[in-house]
């Protein structure tokens, strides 16, 4: 009796941990969809011939079974009246991916802070680590909870397409349900074991938890990543599209790299913005000066994560776009070329708001240091470039008008902004916003400091002149090479202008570290001393950044257009179409109000375990 | 409770201005719907038909246009022809074609066979060509449109055409583009049809995307009435728009029904 109850257990475990295998599977409906096991969809009798003779050549050389992308028709997607499968599992996608995108980057700052407090030795960031993995613990809850809503969603609406992709990634599911075990026992251990493993050997104990944590974290992520851009950019296919490959060929396909590398950049900074919003609300929420300081430091610590993945962020994104360039001509004219062209309209206004906003947080937390008043006056300017840089970036390359306008105008080109819509100028703007975040930031970091060492004045000299010559150098690219030369330089001209802001990154702050080594403080930094707007200004650091990833998550599953597989699976639903820019506004602006709905929650439910109520008179005495 | 309220108002407001800034500054775009069946009767296929479909192949469904553009993607075709027999002795070339139709036919299906310095993939020093097989993947246009195509290309080029109108129907699950093979074709939906099928675009911006060879068609209908409108689309050489090339294809009048002409026209005049 005993033994079959355990057995019961054993298979629900099983059962469970097949489906939470499948948590992080992209939306395929964002673009098209409809997708068939092979076996159950009526192939086509070309594809079906083909697929036996290659399928009878696999077998004989002891290889597996070619995996034919079966060929749908509209009537092969379940549907529930009175719902839209495709919104569906995109808005479930996305809620999903936000929370696992949290959960998966706090631990890698919570990390990295713990170890900076073991050190320094400064118990603060030990605090402040446990403070930020406790945020995330709920989340973590709800990430597995949409996970497995997700997993509904894709097999109610796309079976098909599920059994094409479980049948290619099989054995890796498995393992994605194995270590998202691992993962939760790491967590839990890390979580609840944080005030149990201190000091000495028990820390160091801790810290391997943590790093424990965030390798089965990562790894999870990479497999996700995998069966997303399989989708994206197959591999493994023979002539006729039937994939013939094995699990490492699909997991290691084009596009796997340039993603897992701008998830995990974006990740950080979405962790950063996120904890850094929950900062900002309880230092609003604050009643005495003690709570105000920590909930400052806090916020602080947390823009700066946000800020350090901020900045390298569009290079990754720059990556990405290079490489869909290079897999698929066609896919990234699609991106950049096609509807989506406008997308990266909406994208400069909220990237700009981004910029702006970190900076704002920058410009106010100056105010705790005595010692600000000496670069306070350098801020105006720095401003006034980061918004015109911003405007630049907003300007559309045509303009819509009205017809006395556009007569006014002589025609839709403005005969000056108009230069300003193409792409040298969107490089030019968008490197040059980059380099003055790193100027506040710089400044922001010698505010309350003075440099001791000799050199001083020939650092700052040094650093001046590299900002002078790398600004002018990005500005000769972007002009010369953006009005003055043809096409294929005009796109060439890109990379030596973001080679010059990534030397400029790195080389400032070796030399700024460098210098204010030892340095002496002006004076104790005022934790809390910063006004109640600044606290706004992560607000929308997080909010943008949570629109942000819904829209970009909207263009990257956008481009497969009407294929489930690109170029191998098509998409034959009804909802095969790619949906307009406003209708994806739509779906990321409910997501996102979701999302936030759902991120309050989380916060005050930390702030309530934290409450005790004394029940005078409730429970027996003595 | 105070402060939550307004951290929710905030936030709110923010969303909403996202959301009011793509809905309303950005221009309403509708992708095109994804290609669809048609079939080809090659009954009544004269040669006219035949270069006429591989245009509309080119034009359309082959997306050809979105790389060969005077935007300097890939090669313009016009000079083909008079490249041809240079390419074939080239030492570069790696193909089989011993003439012009068979060269086109080879650039299509193994675009590899010989890269026009310049245009090869980065990093392969003009050796692999960015252009996918025609035949596979997205495009996927069947042995009729290759054909079509080929014949489009040796005539644009100014070359006797060589190409032999098929004579089979293409396999049953493949796609092809246009039924310009004879027979009443179903009318189109709506204005955004005609304009994907007749691939306006390549030539023409809408919304500020497209082509540039031809007018900015975005906010047309502010500056023209419907009787120019018509006559430009059924008699394009009556009014030249200064500084363009005159390369409007004369026969839209003919391929349109005259419902499908009035909505285009409508459409056109409502950019505004």
């Known amino acids: 009796m005993r033994l079959r109850y355990l057995a019961k257990i054993g298979g629900m475990s099983l059962l469970l941990a097949l489906l939470m295998s499948l948590f992080a599977v992209d939306l395929p409906g964002l673009d098209a969809s409809s997708v068939a096991f092979a076996e159950e969809a009526p192939a086509a009798p070309e594809a079906a011939a083909a697929a036996g003779e290659t399928g009878a050549e696999g077998e004989e050389a002891a290889g597996p079974a070619p995996i034919v992308a079966p060929k749908l028709t509209a009537e092969d997607y379940p549907t529930i009246p009175g719902f839209n499968g495709r919104v569906v599992v995109w808005m479930v996608a996305q809620l999903h991916l936000w929370f696992a995108a949290f959960v998966l980057a706090v631990p890698i700052f919570v990390f990295i802070i713990e170890a900076i407090g073991m050190k320094t030795r400064d118990k603060r960031y030990d605090d402040m680590a446990y403070e930020f993995i406790k945020v995330s613990i709920t989340a973590f809850s709800l990430t597995a909870i949409l996970g497995g809503l997700l997993f509904f969603s894709l097999m109610i609406f796309y079976p098909h397409l599920m059994g094409y992709l479980i049948k290619i990634f099989d054995d890796s599911m498995l393992y994605y349900a194995l270590l998202f075990f691992a993962e939760s026992a790491f967590l839990y251990l890390y979580y609840y074991g944080w005030h149990w493993l201190q000091g000495g050997f028990k820390k160091w104990v801790h810290l391997t938890l943590g790093l424990l944590l965030n390798a089965a974290g990562s790894t999870l992520m990479l497999l996700a990543n995998s069966w997303t851009t399989f989708m994206m950019s197959p591999s493994g296919m023979d002539a006729s599209g039937a994939f013939v490959g094995d699990i490492t060929t699909a997991m290691g396909n084009f596009l796997w790299n340039p993603i897992n590398i701008h998830r995990i950049v974006a990740n950080v900074a979405f962790g950063g913005g996120v904890v850094g919003a929950y900062a900002a609300f309880k230092f609003l929420s604050a009643k005495t000066r003690e709570l105000r300081a ?111 306008e556009q007569k006014a105008l002589g025609g839709q080109y403005h005969p000056y902004l108009g230069a300003l819509g193409i792409m040298p100028a969107k490089n030019t703007a968008v490197n040059l916003m980059i380099n003055c975040t790193l100027l506040s930031f710089i400044l922001f970091r010698r505010a309350n400091r003075v440099p001791t060492v000799s050199w001083a004045k020939a650092g700052n000299a040094i650093m001046i002149g590299m900002f002078a010559a790398g600004a002018v150098n990005i500005l000769f690219l972007g002009i010369y090479h953006g009005y003055f030369t043809n096409t294929v330089y005009k796109v060439a001209a890109s990379i030596p202008q973001v080679l010059t802001t990534f030397v400029l990154i790195v080389m400032s702050l070796i030399i700024d570290s460098r210098m204010y080594k030892g340095a002496k403080e002006v004076g104790p930094m005022h934790w809390g001393r910063i006004p109640n707007r600044a606290q706004y200004a992560l607000f929308i650091l997080a909010v943008s950044f949570t629109w942000l990833m819904g829209l970009m998550g909207y263009i990257r599953s956008g481009i497969r257009q009407h294929w489930h597989v690109k170029d191998i699976f098509r998409d034959a639903s009804p909802d095969a179409f790619t949906p307009t820019l406003g209708f994806a506004a739509d779906v990321v602006s409910i997501a996102t109000l979701i999302f936030m709905a759902m991120v309050i929650f989380v916060f005050w439910l930390s702030q309530v375990s934290a409450t005790k109520t004394a029940a005078t008179g409730y429970w027996k005495e003595g | 409770m105070k402060n939550f309220l307004q951290v929710i108002v905030f936030s709110v407001i923010l969303i909403g201005g996202f959301w009011g800034f793509s809905n309303f500054m950005i221009p309403k775009i509708e992708p095109a719907a994804p290609p669809t069946e048609a079939k080809v009767d090659l009954g009544s296929m004269t040669m006219d038909k035949f270069i006429a479909l591989g245009e509309q192949v080119f034009n359309g469904k082959g997306t050809c246009t979105l790389c060969h553009n005077s935007l300097g993607r890939a090669p313009m075709l016009d000079q083909l022809v008079a490249h041809t027999p240079d390419r074939l002795k080239d030492p570069k070339y790696k193909g089989e074609a011993t003439d012009l139709e068979s060269y086109i036919h080879e650039s299509l299906v193994k675009p590899s066979a010989f890269v026009v310095a310049g245009f090869g993939k980065a990093g392969t020093n003009d050796t692999e060509s960015p252009m996918p097989d025609v035949t596979g993947g997205s495009i996927g246009l069947n042995d009729i449109e290759v054909k079509a195509v080929t014949a489009y290309l040796q005539d644009l080029g100014g070359a006797e055409v060589t190409v032999e109108i098929p004579t089979g129907a293409p396999p049953p699950e493949e796609k092809s583009a246009a039924a310009a093979g004879g027979g009443p074709r179903p009318p189109y939906k709506d204005a955004q049809e005609i304009i994907a099928k007749l691939a306006c675009g390549a030539c023409h911006k809408f919304a500020g995307v497209g082509g540039e060879l031809g007018p900015d068609l975005s906010t047309i209908g502010g500056s023209k009435d419907k009787d120019y409108l018509r006559r430009a689309i059924v008699d394009p050489a009556a009014d030249m728009a200064e500084g363009y090339p005159p390369i409007m294809p004369p026969d839209f009048g003919v391929k349109l029904y005259a419902s499908e002409l009035e909505m285009l026209v409508d459409y056109l005049s409502g950019l505004k």
Request: aromatic share 18%.
């Open chain 1, 294 to 404: 920590h909930y400052d430091w806090m916020g602080y610590t947390a823009n700066i994560i946000a800020i350090s993945a901020l900045l390298p962020l569009p290079f990754a994104g720059y990556y990405l776009t290079a490489e869909i360039y290079m897999y698929s001509q066609q896919m990234g004219i699609t991106l950049m070329g096609g509807i989506f062209a406008w997308l990266f309209i909406i994208q400069a206004v909220l990237i700009g708001a981004l910029f702006l906003s970190a900076n704002y947080y920058l410009w106010c937390g100056m105010g705790r240091s005595d010692g600000a008043g000496r670069y306070t006056k350098y801020i105006k300017y720095i401003a006034i470039v980061i918004v015109a840089a911003f405007l630049v970036w907003f300007t559309p390359h045509t303009l819509i008008l009205t017809n006395a």
